[in-house]
């Protein structure tokens, strides 16, 4: 139901510099990029934050460009932004699905990859992507720069290894070796919120993640190394149901979510695997 | 005149242009010098007593109203008036009305906290433990051991449906001005203008008089914005009665889906005797239905629900008993075929079990036993040549091939079903003698002005109506005019619900036009002025000859007319996510004729679409009595990518009583797509009885 919405201040700092320094000496200004969680979370009355830092206008967290196979995105590069850019067309086609796939057009120009992996949540549509990938998170602080693994980025449900005074500005993110897998199933078609979404890399070494089966996104690198071993398809779909820990909530049920994930495994494998049929024409 | 008709062309809406260039004005488009904002505290208990309320607002600058300021009967007047405005002591649901608080400043005021607190009692969730009946209805036809005696086979069943959300476009929302005399002027979105005059009279011991409706622009309504406005219309009068200002109360959509009404949910159990060439020879039903907190509705609902139990299928052996129960969830209430989607949800699927029984084709025993002019229904009213069970199932068979798709599908994952259905137009039995609606027209000097209660919501009430009107008084469609639905200003033409528009009010003004047709002689109207002055002519609603109910046998003609449809569903299972994707869809109806194809075929389609959401997506999670999913992010309806192409086929049928041959439409177009859809799941493998059929309960279904 409504809440007030008075009493909120907004910081327009002017360059990241000028944001590094506000996030330092407000550390409790929300950072607010494409804005398309937090209105969502003020209009339920669900969000504390008073204060927000505006990074919108901040040209330094945005572009796409690529180096030595590293492609390095800008955290505030929106959906369509990913959609349109022939460097993610070419070395991240899952990322280019993932991204066709968030909320519809109006979200897709205004969400940022940068708010989809600070938000946390466990049904991000492109955190399983990033995982898979061996994304690297740059953080920057008036500290200085850091970088964090992806996969070492999320601690918890909804936590992250940010610190308080740190903003996000890139993610880098290495060309997959081997077929590229995406996909996610939702409450419905579109404008949906992912009940359980997979990113996977195929071939000898596979890469699999899963989103919405557990508090955070997740690599499963025990199954990975069943498949990577010649074991069956059945043997790594009983591994990974000790890698995932799915509940029930308003969108779906843990049982549901177990056996899905364990179809989707099998359509990936089967798709990317080395049985499968690009394998078998040598590719 | 030689001018082309109105009728069965798809004129202009009346209300098209407003509604595109952005100058219809909804309710949260208007103010009023002075105006405070209202907001409504509600319980966040399922059961209890309230033990202590404490406001922590400044009280010098907030407007509080309790149950103590109500100066007439602290209920919202429908027909069992069990229902109270505010809360006094006792709570039945959660998000039930405590309070309403009213300040000048929306912020201050969605800032501002109340505490309560309760003595909590268990509540109850299920509608078959119940201690409270609201109603209880039995309709017989023979005998149904003899029928039993007569089978060759008996096949049981059990089947669920479950809440159903309106999801209107525009939520819920009230002004109540002062009038300066005592009384109060309400405008709202709304569908019944005069059910909210006759509820603020009650509860503010007004007299006719001091209290005014006026309906304003309405974003959708489907049933939702029946009954619920009076309780939002008392709540916003008592608070501008108490500070003297004009209130504002809209709800967001948080709190329409938390606080309003929604589709009753059901389990619906059948008994049918069959002989083995699948004559019917017994249908037995018991049907229960989930009231919720109080008693709205729910006697009507049922009873609608009843009458059509046993499908479009003649029998001479029918017992049917339900009942509506009271559960501590908020009242269930008006929802587009207003308990007929669920019997006949249970019906049509129960019908695909017993072809499967037999090992005949559906369409075969649809055929057998489909209503045919001169049969028999349940309450024992005999059907005339408005009957079309066996055209609109034929015609929807021939349109889909159905019978080779039905054989080439099988087991490719893939699934096509049916479903034949009917929908009575009108108010239920003895409904329209007790409503004894009026429709008055006044003489223009283009032409003339329709004065009526029944809303425009988006059907296109208002142009259909002028249609009729400008075809029948000879003049042209531009020349007629709708008055705004205003209590202060037009008659009592019963609510905008029940499929009745059309026929009851479009038939009341066809005869006024007729009327003043007479009377105009060979003047026109500017003439007729000229020389005579004013001319206004009322009708009022006059019973059909033939009609006759009696309300306590439950017996006689439930309805004059009824429509009647065909949808065929073809369905593919995603073996991976088990999704039942609904990939083509065909739907046949016989409405009569269509005043206005394309707003006809609107209606088809949209009830169309809003039959595969209750069947496939839509789903209200309710923990401890609260809805948790109370938003659009979570409650699923379909998208356009979520439905099928939807092929739609009006076929005509003129019945000679209704306007032009019309018949109703608003409501039929959702009884059909939740049967069809799980005939055609259970034809693709999944033998599912309960809706919606979500992935989870697919996967569940065929794992077992
Ligand atoms: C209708 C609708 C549909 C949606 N559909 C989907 C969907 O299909 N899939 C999906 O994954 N999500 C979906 N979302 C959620 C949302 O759009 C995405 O998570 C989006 O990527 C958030 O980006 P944003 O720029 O709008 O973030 P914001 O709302 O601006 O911020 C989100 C969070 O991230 C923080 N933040 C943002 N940028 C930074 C930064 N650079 N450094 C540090 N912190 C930062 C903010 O402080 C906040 O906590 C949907 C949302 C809506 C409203």
Known sequence: MPVTIRHRALLSPRSLKDALRLRHEEPDAMPLAGCTDIYVALNFGTLPARGFLNLWTLDALRGIDVLDGVVRIGALTTYTALIQSPIVARHLPMLVAASREVGGPQIQHRGTIGGNVANASPAGDTLPVLAVAQAVVELHSVRGLRLVPFTDFYTGYRTS????????????????????????????AAQAISKIVIAGVGGRQPRIAFGSVAPTVVRLPQTERVLASGGTILEAQQQMQSEISPIDDVRSTAAYRRQVAANLLDEFWRATG???????RGR | MGRRGAVGSNVLRKDGAGKVNGRALYLDD??????????TIRSTIPAGTITRVTPRVATREFIVVDHRDIPGR?????????QPCLAEKRIRHVAEPILVLAHEDR???????VDIEYRQTTPNYDPLRSDVTFKQIAIDKGHVADGFARADLIVDGEYRTRHQEQLYIEPNGVIAVPDGHGGVIVYGSLQCPYYV???????????????????TETGGGFGGKEEYPSMIAGHAALAAIKSGRPVKLVYDRVEDMLATTKRHPSIVRHRTGVTKDGRLTAIEIDATFDGGAYATLSAVVLSRGLIHASGPYRCDHVKIRGRATMTNTPPNGAFRGFGAPQTQFAAEVHMDRIADALGIDPVRLRELNAFRPGDITATGQTLGKDCSALTVLREAVKRTDFRKRRKALKGTGRGIGLALFFHGSGFTGSGEVKLASRATLQLTERGARILVGSTEIGQGTRTMLAQIVADTLGVSYDAVDVNDADTGVVPDSGPTVASRTCLIVGRLLQRAAAEMRER?????????????????????????EKVSWDDTTYRGDAYESYGWGCDVAEVQIDPVTSQAIPVAFTTVHEIGRAIHPGLARGQIEGGSAQGIGWALLEEV?????????SSLTNYIIPTTLDTPPIEVQIVDNPYPQGPFGAKGVGEMPIDGPAPAIINAIRHAGVDIREIPASPERIQACASR
Do not use: C
Not at chain 2, 30 to 39: E, K, V, Y
């Open chain 2, 621 to 629: 999670v309710i923990r401890d009595g609260r809805m948790v999913n």
């Open chain 2, 197 to 215: 005059h006759r509820a603020l009279k009650v509860l503010l011991g007004l007299p006719d008089e001091r209290v005014r409706v006026i309906q």
């Open chain 2, 74 to 82: 602290n209920v919202v007047a429908l027909i069992d008036d069990d």
């Open chain 1, 161 to 188: 290894a940010a610190a308080p005074d740190e903003l996000i500005v890139a993610l880098h993110v290495p060309t997959p070796q081997g077929r590229q897998w995406f996909r996610k199933v939702g409450t419905r």
């Open chain 2, 30 to 39: 208007l103010s009023f010098p002075g105006m405070l904002h209202a907001r």
């Open chain 2, 107 to 113: 912020e201050t005021l969605l800032g501002a906290t």
């Open chain 1, 274 to 280: 080395p049985g499968s049929a690009r394998a078998a």
């Open chain 2, 520 to 544: 105009l002689g060979d003047l026109s109207p500017s003439q007729y002025l000229k020389k005579h002055g004013p001319l206004v002519v009322t009708t009022q609603y006059e019973k059909p």
